[in-house]
Structures are given as C-alpha cells and as structure tokens.
C-alpha cells in the first residue's frame, strides 16, 4: 500500500510526524486489536513486514507464505480502515523513532542528505527533517503545549484516504480471486477527497545557486557532486529527456582524476526533482576539483550545442526496452512495493514498463532540458554545523518440450589443471549467462602481504579495463575480480541516481563480501551472445597487465581509505566482521592490511 503522502507534509512545528505515523499505526486495529497480532501472524508463517517514508510517499509491505495470504491481507488493510493509534505504544514508538535517527548520525550519506535540505530554501517542505527525534516529537513539543498523537490522529485523518491510496497485491490464487479480495476487504477504506500534495515551487532558488559546498565527511571520502534543479519531469516519462543526458554524462574512461561517474535524475517530490553528476575522486583529482567543474560545464556546452541526436537517442531506447524485456524476477514484497508507488504516477498499463522503458524521442523535452545546464562561477561558503546530524560543511510452468531440463551442474572437462562445471538456464529462459573463473593460488591469501598483492593487482586489472567495460556494461554485460575479504564494493553505482543517498552506497564493508581465499575469481555476467568476448578481454588483461605508477599510487590509496573507513561502519556491521575474524581459520584484519600498504 502507498499513500501519496510523507515528511513534506509534515506540520512545521512537528518534523517527522509522517514518519511517526508511519510506526503507530502498526500498533493494533478493532478488528484485530493485539498490537502484536500482525506480527506474530506473518512470524507464524515465515512471513516479515516493513514501511518507509519518504518525501511524499508513504508505503507499508509484507510477504508471507503463499498458503496464508488472505489472512495476512485481511490483518494488512485494516490498518488502514480501523487503526487504533494505541496511546499505551505512543512512547514507545517514539523511541523507535529516535533510534532510527541516531543510527544514522555517522552516515555520510545521511548527513549530507539532510545537510542539502538544510541549505535550500527554508520555507519550502523540503527543508524540513523528516526522520524525527525525540527532541522534536516529543521534548520540543511537550514545552510548547502540543499533543503529539492528538496531532498525529489529525495528520491521519486528512491525508489517509482512499482516493490517494494505490494497492498491489501478489499472489498464486486467479486475478479474479486476488481482485475479490480487494474489493470486499479494501472498500471499507475512507474516501475523503484528500488532494494529492503537489510542490511546484523548486526549494532550490535563484539564490541557492552558483554555491560550492564543501563537507566534512565522517569516513575518509571525496566526491564532488554538481546538483541542478529541474521541475517534475514525470509527465515526460515516454521520452525520458533526462536518461538521454545520462546516458551521454555517465561515460566513463580513462583519467587519473577520478575512480567513478555516474549522472541522472531524481524525483525530490510531486513537483520538481535534481539532477546530479557525482564523480568519486582520486587524491589527485581533489586538488583538481575547479578544473573538472570547468570541464564538465564544457561538456554539457559541447551536448547542448550538438542538440538530440537520433541515433543516441535509438541506442538508448534499444537498451532500456532490451533490460526490461529481459529483467529477472525480484523478490515479491519489493516488486509490490515498487509497482504501488508507481501507480501514482503512471496508468495502468505502464505502471512496470514506464519508469525504465524510453518510447519515443520528444526533441524539444531534451533540448529544454540541456537549457538547464548553464555554465557558471562558484562562491564558497564558511564551515558551519548543520542541526540535526552536526554534519560540518563549508556550505514466474515449464511447456512440454522443456522435459529434459538438466536438475544439476555437470562437469564437462575435468583435467589435472583445469575443471569446468556447467549449469544450463532452465528455469528464467532469457539471453543471460553467468561465468565464474577462479584462478587458484594458495599464495593468494597466505600472508596478509600476499593478501594486499592480490587485492591491489585485481583493482589494477579493472582499473585498466575501465573503459572496455563501461561500455560493455551499457550493453548489459558486467564483470568483477573477487579476492580475499577486502573492502571493495560489490558492484558500481547505478548509472541513474534513483535516489539520492544511492550516491553514498558504493563503500562496501568487508563483513559481507562473497569473495575467496582460493586466488582469484572472475565473475562475467549479462547477455550471453558477447560474453565469451568480454570473458577473453579480461583474461588477456590478466595475463598482460602492465602496471601504470600513477594509477597504482592512485589505487593504493583508495584501498587505504576504505580500509581506514571502517572504523567509521556502524557498531553492528564491526561486530558482524569480527565474529567473522574469531570463527575462520584466517582473515586479516583491517589493520593488518592498512600497516601493509603503508
């Protein structure tokens, strides 16, 4: 269930009541009124459930085993007919809350979130802190008079209403069933009209731009970010303008200024939205950063000029209608969560193809768009402390054909150096193919020497092969080089920014890496009619490797950064690592790895 509403409709003088809302209303309904009963329901029949709240989205899940999903749906929609609101759970909830926020105090990506909404304009929803805290939902407002949960049943009762409301439902009973079900358990939902809130006016006016912000960041991090306001281009979703942009900004290729790149759009709510070009910096590029703004303002001048250009516009729209053709299957509660949100924004009969798919070329929506990209100067800001995080800134049967499906992989060559398993695809039946290469080598991981020789060469191999395979990746082929448990992240950025913390994902924590001790693994995936192509390219580069010095030193102190970095991971991931580091036989530590490279 989404409902087209969130922390900008938050009242002024109660930042992170949606949210709030969001975790009370969980707490019991009439028709079920243990506040427990929905948990325990899902708990009892290996099912979970899960909310966020976003901008102007509010949107609650669930999965369950498929045998129960009437009764689970039937506990599910009263939370939106009878809820109670308990007053016994409001304390209790708040904390929740405040918990939320203070895990997410050393988080860069939090931070600097927060941190963009504080420096817009402060009369605009926008600006305000969405998560809450117990500073402001329960302290603040107790001084001042106000019943929260009296103010919370108010926020319910003029936003909750069924016209705004968008439902999915999964599961294996007929379309006609499932719709049954809707409509004799769902019609019960109040209908009060309620608007859908709309945001017209940008938070990013005339006088917030042409601003350079630097941050202080919690880990060692530098990345350069040029963010630009463009109004809610949603309408436009049949030529996509700002994925033709994104397709040409994102390219990446060889340079010592930076280690990634990645451009797109980003709905900041019903309204407008940002584009942003993020580029991950080496060290040397940091001391660079005026030069590379001037460069890429040249750029965006050099695609302006140019204007749209067809066969740019074509490959692009090949691409997109080939990976949705194509996508596999994504886990149920999230694939209903995706679709309600989208129900807001497109009809019915795109709600899965129309956020990825570009039907056709609208020449005039693109050239508007590159309008947006102006060349500019920038002023700098004096180092301040934002409020809420202190962030420091200077500003789906097989057919009957299919019956000899092999069950298992089998060996096909099996020699004293070599052994080849094989899997055939008989269950998704798309043109995709996987293949994992592991080279072995007992010296791999034999020292924590060794250890760091056989991350950086790995690192050292995709560097040089950065520009083949960017390419290769917009065809939708992939490749990595796993080795010992490091600290590398486990895939790139997305290309499109889906939202904007996605930015601050790529630093990945070393308690979760599906990598080896064994030597080297390569792991090709994507559409299999080029990928032997791409499987030989590297192998090649493996074997031919000539180590640049610049880019060495380079990658020597991005792996150091992150290795210093995670001191800074949140206490639950450190803990999970070092369980790890008491239970194997060998892992080496951070520290080991960082007093090697240095």
């Given at each position: 269930?989404?409902?087209?509403?969130?922390?900008?409709?938050?009242?002024?003088?109660?930042?992170?009541?949606?949210?709030?809302?969001?975790?009370?209303?969980?707490?019991?309904?009439?028709?079920?009124?243990?506040?427990?009963?929905?948990?325990?329901?899902?708990?009892?029949?290996?099912?979970?459930?899960?909310?966020?709240?976003?901008?102007?989205?509010?949107?609650?899940?669930?999965?369950?085993?498929?045998?129960?999903?009437?009764?689970?749906?039937?506990?599910?929609?009263?939370?939106?007919i009878d809820p109670l609101f308990s007053a016994s759970c409001t304390e209790r909830e708040l904390l929740a809350v405040?918990?939320?926020?203070?895990?997410?105090?050393?988080?860069?990506?939090?931070?600097?979130?927060?941190?963009?909404?504080?420096?817009?304009?402060?009369?605009?929803?926008?600006?305000?802190?969405?998560?809450?805290?117990?500073?402001?939902?329960?302290?603040?407002?107790?001084?001042?008079?106000?019943?929260?949960?009296?103010?919370?049943?108010?926020?319910?009762?003029?936003?909750?209403?069924?016209?705004?409301?968008?439902?999915?439902?999964?599961?294996?009973?007929?379309?006609?069933?499932?719709?049954?079900?809707?409509?004799?358990?769902?019609?019960?939902?109040?209908?009060?009209?309620?608007?859908?809130?709309?945001?017209?006016?940008?938070?990013?006016?005339?006088?917030?731009?042409?601003?350079?912000?630097?941050?202080?960041?919690?880990?060692?991090?530098?990345?350069?970010?040029?963010?630009?306001?463009?109004?809610?281009?949603?309408?436009?979703?049949?030529?996509?303008?700002?994925?033709?942009?994104?397709?040409?900004?994102?390219?990446?290729?060889?340079?010592?200024?930076?280690?990634?790149?990645?451009?797109?759009?980003?709905?900041?709510?019903?309204?407008?939205?940002?584009?942003?070009?993020?580029?991950?910096?080496?060290?040397?590029?940091?001391?660079?950063?005026?030069?590379?703004?001037?460069?890429?303002?040249?750029?965006?001048?050099?695609?302006?000029?140019?204007?749209?250009?067809?066969?740019i516009y074509e490959e692009s729209k090949n691409l997109s209608d080939v990976f949705f053709r194509f996508a596999e299957?994504?886990?149920?509660?999230?694939?209903?969560?995706?679709?309600?949100?989208?129900?807001?924004?497109?009809?019915?009969?795109?709600?899965?193809?129309?956020?990825?798919?570009?039907?056709?070329?609208?020449?005039?929506?693109?050239?508007?768009?590159?309008?947006?990209?102006?060349?500019?100067?920038?002023?700098?800001?004096?180092?301040?402390?934002?409020?809420?995080?202190?962030?420091?800134?200077?500003?789906?049967?097989?057919?009957?054909?299919?019956?000899?499906?092999?069950?298992?992989?089998?060996?096909?060559?099996?020699?004293?150096?070599?052994?080849?398993?094989?899997?055939?695809?008989?269950?998704?039946?798309?043109?995709?193919?996987?293949?994992?290469?592991?080279?072995?080598?007992?010296?791999?991981?034999?020292?924590?020497?060794?250890?760091?020789?056989?991350?950086?060469?790995?690192?050292?191999?995709?560097?040089?092969?950065?520009?083949?395979?960017?390419?290769?990746?917009?065809?939708?082929?992939?490749?990595?080089?796993?080795?010992?448990?490091?600290?590398?992240?486990?895939?790139?950025?997305?290309?499109?920014?889906?939202?904007?913390?996605?930015?601050?994902?790529?630093?990945?924590?070393?308690?979760?890496?599906?990598?080896?001790?064994?030597?080297?693994?390569?792991?090709?995936?994507?559409?299999?009619?080029?990928?032997?192509?791409?499987?030989?390219?590297?192998?090649?580069?493996?074997?031919?490797?000539?180590?640049?010095?610049?880019?060495?030193?380079?990658?020597?102190?991005?792996?150091?950064?992150?290795?210093?970095?995670?001191?800074?991971?949140?206490?639950?991931?450190?803990?999970?690592?070092?369980?790890?580091?008491?239970?194997?036989?060998?892992?080496?530590?951070?520290?080991?790895?960082?007093?090697?490279?240095?």
């Open positions: 269930m989404d409902v087209h509403v969130g922390q900008l409709c938050d009242p002024d003088e109660l930042p992170g009541l949606a949210h709030f809302c969001e975790h009370l209303l969980f707490m019991g309904t009439e028709a079920y009124p243990s506040e427990n009963e929905y948990s325990e329901f899902l708990a009892a029949h290996a099912g979970a459930s899960n909310a966020f709240t976003s901008a102007d989205h509010t949107n609650y899940y669930f999965d369950v085993n498929a045998d129960h999903l009437e009764g689970a749906f039937d506990r599910f929609i009263h939370f939106f405040d918990s939320e926020h203070r895990k997410n105090l050393q988080s860069d990506g939090w931070r600097i979130h927060q941190l963009d909404k504080d420096l817009c304009d402060p009369s605009h929803p926008y600006a305000h802190f969405g998560t809450g805290s117990i500073e402001t939902l329960r302290d603040e407002p107790a001084r001042r008079g106000i019943d929260v949960r009296e103010e919370l049943l108010k926020f319910h009762a003029r936003y909750y209403s069924a016209n705004i409301m968008t439902l999915v439902i999964l599961g294996k009973e007929p379309v006609e069933q499932l719709a049954r079900w809707v409509v004799d358990k769902a019609s019960a939902i109040k209908n009060i009209s309620a608007a859908v809130p709309t945001f017209d006016k940008h938070p990013l006016s005339e006088a917030h731009l042409l601003t350079e912000i630097r941050i202080k960041p919690v880990k060692d991090l530098r990345e350069l970010r040029i963010v630009f306001p463009l109004p809610d281009l949603t309408p436009q979703y049949l030529c996509k303008p700002t994925d033709y942009v994104s397709h040409l900004v994102g390219h990446e290729s060889e340079g010592s200024w930076a280690q990634e790149l990645s451009a797109g759009s980003h709905l900041g709510a019903k309204g407008f939205e940002f584009f942003t070009i993020a580029i991950s910096l080496t060290e040397k590029g940091s001391k660079h950063h005026e030069e590379i703004v001037k460069l890429v303002f040249a750029y965006l001048e050099v695609i302006r000029n140019a204007g749209p250009v067809d066969w299957k994504t886990h149920p509660s999230s694939f209903v969560s995706r679709v309600a949100g989208h129900l807001h924004d497109y009809p019915p009969e795109h709600a899965l193809c129309g956020p990825r798919v570009m039907f056709q070329m609208d020449r005039a929506a693109i050239a508007h768009v590159l309008t947006v990209f102006i060349n500019s100067d920038f002023d700098s800001n004096g180092w301040d402390a934002a409020k809420w995080y202190g962030t420091e800134y200077k500003c789906t049967p097989l057919s009957e054909d299919l019956k000899t499906k092999e069950t298992r992989p089998t060996i096909i060559i099996d020699t004293p150096t070599v052994r080849l398993w094989h899997k055939k695809d008989d269950t998704f039946w798309v043109p995709k193919a996987q293949a994992n290469l592991l080279l072995k080598s007992p010296l791999a991981y034999a020292t924590s020497v060794t250890a760091i020789h056989a991350q950086l060469y790995a690192r050292l191999v995709e560097d040089a092969m950065n520009e083949y395979t960017y390419f290769a990746e917009v065809a939708g082929l992939s490749m990595a080089l796993k080795v010992n448990p490091d600290l590398r992240e486990r895939g790139r950025v997305f290309r499109k920014l889906t939202a904007f913390i996605d930015a601050f994902k790529m630093w990945h924590p070393p308690w979760n890496d599906q990598s080896t001790t064994d030597g080297i693994e390569l792991t090709v995936r994507g559409y299999n009619d080029k990928l032997p192509l791409l499987v030989t390219k590297v192998v090649e580069a493996i074997k031919t490797l000539r180590i640049d010095a610049e880019r060495f030193v380079a990658i020597k102190e991005e792996a150091g950064r992150q290795l210093k970095n995670f001191a800074m991971e949140q206490p639950y991931a450190q803990v999970t690592y070092y369980v790890s580091h008491a239970t194997q036989e060998r892992l080496w530590t951070a520290d080991e790895k960082l007093a090697i490279l240095e």
